[in-house]
T-cell receptor
Framework: AQKITQTQPGMFVQEKEAVTLDCTYD???????LFWYKQPSSGEMIFLIY??????QNATEGRYSLNFQKARKSANLVISASQLGDSAMYFC????????????FGKGTLLTVNP | DAGVIQSPRHEVTEMGQEVTLRCKPI?????LFWYRQTMMRGLELLIY????????DSGMPEDRFSAKMPNASFSTLKIQPSEPRDSAVYFC?????????????FGPGTRLTVT
């Protein structure tokens, strides 16, 4: 079975600063994918970034980067230069063959960016 | 490209009534997923289809829930009879392939309230 743990129910950050959102996972799969999604107050789920378990480089997408530490089974999201529009719920998720490719989500972290 | 389309966006119904939620995936995507989001349980996968065939319905809560995908561009999730505990936001998502790599794109969701 797969499990995603996000230990930070809420985080605060000042505008223009960087913030790290934690995610740890548990799986018996050798090959898996890790994803981060953003859910603003409007409710839609927005894909941010993907990291494959065999990728040697950490994924980056604009101001988003994924700090992937395979041995520690962690996949933290780093948002650089925070903006007010980054205030939202952030979900870490994973897929693996062992779970029949189902996307398993964590409970989420509510990020608030202060001006 | 149009994203995943869901209808209705909001549904209010009385306990015991039948509810049908509709989804049109992104053209060319051959995997489709139905999720339910509640405060208590977070995001849960209900069922997913690959090439219109149900692959995993282990998340469907009970026999009151059913899902169909008659063709590549349309899916329904039906609840009959509905109960107040079914109140949630229901998301449909699609992806290009049933694979570790491809991210899922979510629709705007249907907010269901059962009174």
């Amino acid at each position: 079975a797969q499990k995603i743990t996000q230990t930070q129910p809420g985080m605060f950050v000042q505008e223009k600063e960087a913030v790290t959102l934690d995610c740890t996972y548990d799986t018996s799969d050798q090959s898996y994918g890790l994803f981060w999604y953003k859910q603003p107050s409007s409710g839609e789920m927005i894909f941010l970034i993907y990291q494959g378990s065999y990728d040697e480089q950490n994924a980056t997408e604009g101001r988003y980067s994924l700090n992937f530490q395979k041995a520690r089974k962690s996949a933290n999201l780093v948002i650089s230069a925070s903006q007010l529009g980054d205030s939202a719920m952030y979900f870490c998720a994973m897929r693996g063959r062992g779970s029949n490719y189902k996307l398993t989500f964590g409970k989420g972290t509510l990020l608030t960016v202060n001006p | 490209d149009a994203g995943v389309i869901q209808s209705p966006r909001h549904e209010v119904t009385e306990m015991g009534q039948e509810v049908t939620l509709r989804c049109k995936p992104i053209s060319g995507h051959n995997s489709l997923f139905w999720y339910r989001q509640t405060m208590m349980r977070g995001l849960e996968l209900l069922i997913y289809f690959n090439n219109n065939v149900p692959i995993d319905d282990s998340g469907m809560p009970e026999d009151r829930f059913s899902a169909k995908m008659p063709n590549a561009s349309f899916s329904t999730l039906k609840i009959q009879p509905s109960e107040p505990r079914d109140s949630a936001v229901y998301f449909c998502a699609s992806s290009r392939r049933d694979s570790l790599v491809y991210e899922q794109y979510f629709g705007p969701g249907t907010r269901l309230t059962v009174t």
